[in-house]
């Protein structure tokens, strides 16, 4: 079933639509739950709130791409989990990694007080990530957006950990010198 006829029978509110999705993307969005979470129980419920979610937000959203419209609130739904978790070695030291990574960018303390900032924030760093060359831009989010290691990334591109290391490194220099100029720090 093409991803048109899956968001056409949540907008008809079908129940066919949660089996369906779930056939097609269940594995999907459960390894996005999985690389965050790092338990299966919790995983699976998580992929189990994506469905639910999906049903609730369409209508009035029509995603333009369904796949990653689940990601999205897979990934959400999954950070949620790990912070209510709390616990102390948090996505096997993978997510404080990654978030230590990408703090050297954001600075210290976000301000998430205006959601229109945020917005703002959030497209600048989509327009910028866009205009990375290709496989930098996959690299960057693969790490971010995914959370996968540099070793699964390196594996996936047929690079060394130490590359994609380097090139995380010198694309987070990018985004934050972007992000200064753009006035965000």
């Not at 991803?3 to 779930?22: G, H, R, V, Y």
């Not at 978030?99 to 976000?110: I, M, S």
Request: charged share 30%; net charge negative.
């Amino acid at each position: 079933m093409e991803d048109s006829q899956l968001i056409e029978l949540f907008w008809q509110k079908n129940p066919d639509a949660i089996s369906e999705t779930a056939g097609r993307y269940g594995a999907y969005c459960f390894a996005i739950a999985e690389r965050i979470l790092h338990n299966p129980e919790d995983s699976e419920e998580c992929v189990n709130d994506t469905w639910l979610q999906a049903w609730n937000a369409m209508p009035p959203q029509r995603p333009d791409v369904l796949r990653l419209f689940l990601a999205k609130i897979t990934r959400n739904l999954a950070f949620n989990r790990l912070q209510a978790r709390n616990a102390e070695k948090r996505g096997g030291g993978e997510i404080a990694l990654v978030l230590d990574e990408l703090e050297e960018c954001l600075g210290g303390g976000t301000d998430a007080a205006a959601e229109y900032e945020a917005r703002e924030l959030r497209e600048c760093i989509r327009s910028f990530v866009a205009a990375l060359p290709e496989r930098e831009g996959n690299v960057m989010v693969r790490r971010y957006f995914f959370a996968e290691s540099a070793a699964e990334i390196a594996g996936r591109y047929g690079l060394t950990e130490n590359h994609v290391m380097v090139m995380l490194s010198r694309t987070r220099k990018k985004l934050k010198a972007h992000l200064l100029k753009e006035g965000y720090l």
